[in-house]
């Protein structure tokens, strides 16, 4: 997400496409966006200067780094245990059986989908 790039994102077919670069399978990935994260990425986009990165680092041409992220997460309230579990590795153990969980596994490329 750190790395995610507005053109990524389809907003008339409310979608964003994570390319294949970016996924650990190697495989392009779209993932369906509900009506009210197309709203908060409109609203989150008005609200920043221009730039290609939804999350721009003070560098140029780069994307916020993983470090600034969790200094603001504790900077809200967030302490570091919840940082730590919002981890795809410490994601997957928790999942269990579902359609929920399953779609939680696609999404973090623990397995494969196709229709």
Same mark, same amino acid.
């Given at each position: @997400?750190?790395?995610?790039?507005?053109?990524?994102?389809?907003?008339?077919?409310?979608?964003?496409?994570?390319?294949?670069?970016?996924?650990? @399978?190697?495989?392009?990935?779209?993932?369906?966006?509900?009506?009210?994260? +197309?709203?908060?990425l409109n609203e989150y986009k008005s609200n920043i200067l221009p730039n290609?990165?939804?999350?721009?680092?003070? +560098?140029?041409?780069?994307? @916020?780094?993983?470090?600034?992220?969790?200094?603001?997460?504790?900077? @809200?309230?967030?302490?570091?245990?919840?940082?730590?579990s919002l981890l795809p590795t410490n994601i997957?153990?928790?999942?269990?059986?579902?359609?929920?969980?399953?779609?939680?596994?696609?999404?973090?490329?623990?397995?494969?989908?196709?229709?």
């Open positions: @997400m750190r790395s995610a790039r507005w053109g990524e994102f389809d907003f008339e077919k409310e979608v964003w496409q994570i390319s294949s670069e970016k996924m650990k @399978m190697r495989e392009t990935f779209t993932l369906p966006l509900s009506k009210q994260a +197309i709203n908060l290609d990165f939804l999350f721009p680092s003070i +560098i140029k041409g780069k994307f @916020m780094s993983e470090n600034t992220l969790n200094l603001a997460l504790i900077r @809200m309230g967030f302490s570091k245990d919840v940082l730590s997957h153990p928790k999942v269990s059986s579902g359609k929920l969980p399953l779609c939680i596994k696609i999404c973090l490329s623990l397995l494969t989908f196709s229709l």
